[in-house]
Structure formats: C-alpha cells, structure tokens
C-alpha cells in the first residue's frame, strides 16, 4: 500500500516551547486518519509542517513521495488545507471565493465541478450571498469546496467542524467518506471522539508527542481497568466527593456523569454510603462501556 505521508523523528520548538518531539507515523493512500488531543497537543504545528508552511527542527517528513522541505512547490499543488479558522473572503460572495480560489489552482470551477458537486450543492442556492454572511456549517462548506476545487491528492483538515451543529458535523462526515472515491487521503483533527470513531486510524497526541497510533475500536477495546458511570444532581460536589474516597484511582468528569475506576479494579460497596455521608443522597452507580477519551485519559 502506497504511503502518502512518512514522518521519523520529527521535532519543532518555537523559543523555549518543544512545540513537537520525536514524531513518527506514517499514512496510507486512501485513508481518513484523524489526530486527536487537546489544545497546545502539537496537533496544528504538525499539520503546517505537513502543509509545508513550516520547517522542521529535526528529523524527516516525505509527503506524497517528495520531501516535505525541498519539494515543497510541486507539494503545494497538491495538497488542500482547511485550517482551523475560517479564511477565506468574507467580502467576496460564494462563487467569487470558489472562482478565485479555482484561478490560484489554475483550473475552473467548471473543470473539478464534479468533485464538489455533492458539497457545493448545499451552498450553491446562496452563490450570491457574503461568505461573511454565512452560517458556520455553510462556511464549513464553502471553505471544503475551496480545498478540494483543485483536486488535490491529499485533504488536511485542522479541526473543521469546531462550533458547528451536531446535523452539519454528520453531513460534512458524510462527504468526507465519499472522498475515497477520488482517491484523496484525508488527514483530519477533531475535539470530537464520535468523529474519531469515523476514521480509519488515529493517532492520541499529548505534549507535542504521539502516545498511539491504532484504529479506534482497538483504541477503545485497549482500555485495562473496569470502569464505571456515576451520575446525581450536585456534579461538581459528586467529582470532588469521589477523588477524595480512598478506594477510587480516577475520576472525570463525563457528559452528565463521571467515569471513574477502582484501585483494585473491583466495585467498592461501601462507596454509595460514603457519598450519602458527604450529603449525596441520589448517586447511582452503572458500569460502563470505555470510549477513545477513557484510554486517552488513561494513558495520560
């Protein structure tokens, strides 16, 4: 299988701040591989390096054969990029963003129509709108069009779907899934852990370091301790109640509940009292499932 990004031994510092260390993996043709951290994980300054809008400190990075430094014009023509923010012109209309994008490419909107078809066609009603004037899943449409109208070989998304509705996430998903008929590798990060589930394989980052690299049903399955969910009214109190009781190794905060996990990875009997002592009355305790953020947290 033909490897579209190798990365060894990859580092990068801005000043004092080790941005990146020690960076290996690699990306096969085809896949949707996803990076998953928090902020200041290195997640970003990676994806410039790949884009070739930085250089790295040390070590080496081939990107679609060619080396990420030197061959870094030839590269430009084939890579899309959606960063994080929108960036594109917000006093131009729809198609003026489109056209002008398509004409920096040398190609048409014409030429690669068929690509974006199944995106562009969500926005297209609105060609004549501000692209200031569009709401965050129509930007998240239009900024896809963009990257994609050359027909790029490789698609590097910097958290696209940040602050968009749950229907437009699965949407934009949705398309993204459909890219592998053109045979374009998408390289994507995501706050999200069910947009993590949708990729092929994903890679934990923390520290500027990757701490796995494994599809994420294994990822998941990974998990070593039995773990619990425990939810009642006060949740703040209930956290700080839990990681003071002796017989828990860790609690965090999830969704409506928190997870926690034993010592002795064994369910404690006497925890339900303890609680009741410490004024929660209304606790109630389930085992869980582990999710992707369960072994992030744990290999932590």
Known sequence: MQKVIESSGIEKRFGDVQALSDINFDVNEGEIFGF????GAGKTTL?????TLLVPDAGKMRVLGLDAVTGYKELRKSIGYMPGRFSLYEDLSVEENLRFYATVFGTTVKANYSLISDIYSHIEPFKKRLAGKLSGGMKQKLALSCALIHKPSLLVLDEPTTGVDAVSRAEFWEMLKNL???NITVIVSTPYMDEAMRCNRVALMQDGKIMLIDKPE?????????LFSVKAT???????????????NTAYPFGDSVHITFTNDLF???LLEYLKKNGIADATIAEAEAGIEDRFLELM
């Open 36 to 39: 998953i951290g928090p902020d």
């Open 47 to 51: 994806f410039r390096l790949i884009t």
């Open 180 to 182: 592998k008929q053109h």
């Open 218 to 226: 294994k990822i998941k399955d990974g998990f070593t301790k039995k």
């Open 234 to 248: 006060a949740k703040y109190q209930l956290i700080n109640t839990l990681r003071n009781f002796s017989g828990i």
């Open 268 to 270: 404690d009997i006497s």
